[in-house]
């Protein structure tokens, strides 16, 4: 079993909806939990971190973590073209190790 | 610095070579880590610096691969006699500490002929 697992995707959306984003995790000692946005040929970028179970919003961006069941998801709402990207979901294990799944690719549709 | 500095940006190598990557991490920043990302992939750990020390080299994949950080600042990472399962783009990320956000620079893209 992987560490941390997404689905590849491409998770295609039309502009304006909401995307929906999952990672499930094996490390029941994790404790921190990013979401990061690779572009194409680019470096990964910070969106956003949760530590706490429930939701955490910032702007346009949810993230909602799941501790009993190992989940963490990130919701986009009113999806635009420039959120075309892969999504990495990373945890941080009890060793300071930060693990990263394979990402989501995701496809916004003007 | 301003953000973590990375040279090569590319490097092409033949197999069996030897070839060092360098990280200039922000300035201040103690926690230091080295991933390798294949295409289609994520990111996947090599080795995490905490100062001068390896705190964890457990993602190295075998003894051809070793990182330094001598003084607590610059890392490189050496790998020996390549192979070409070795290219990949080689990130590196620095951090405030060891539960701070990770600043990834921009990448070295290594290509084993």
């Known amino acids: 079993q992987k560490e941390v697992e997404q689905n590849s995707g491409p998770l295609s959306v039309p502009e304006g909806a909401i995307a929906s984003l999952n990672c499930t995790y094996s490390d029941r000692g994790s404790q921190s939990f990013f979401w990061y946005r690779q572009y194409s040929g680019k470096s990964p970028e910070l969106i956003m971190f949760?530590?706490?179970?429930g939701d955490k919003e910032d702007g346009r961006f949810t993230a909602q973590l799941n501790k009993a069941s190992q989940y963490v998801s990130l919701l986009i709402r009113d999806s635009q073209p420039s959120d075309s990207a892969t999504y990495l979901c990373a945890v941080k294990t009890g060793f300071q190790k930060l693990v990263f799944g394979t990402g989501t690719r995701l496809l916004v549709s003007p | 610095g301003a953000g973590v500095s990375q040279t090569p940006s590319n490097k092409v190598t033949e197999k069996g070579k030897y070839v060092e990557l360098r990280c200039d991490p922000i300035s201040g920043h103690t926690a230091l880590y080295w991933y390798r990302q294949s295409l289609g992939q994520g990111p996947e750990f090599l080795i995490y610096f905490q100062g001068t020390g390896a705190a964890d080299d457990s993602g190295l994949p075998n003894d051809r691969f070793f990182a330094v950080r001598p003084e607590g600042s610059v890392s490189t990472l050496k790998i020996q006699r390549t192979e070409r399962g070795d290219s990949a783009v080689y990130l590196c990320a620095s951090s405030l500490n060891s539960a701070g956000e990770l600043f990834f620079g921009e990448g070295s893209r290594l290509t084993v002929l």
């Open positions: 949760i530590y706490s179970n």
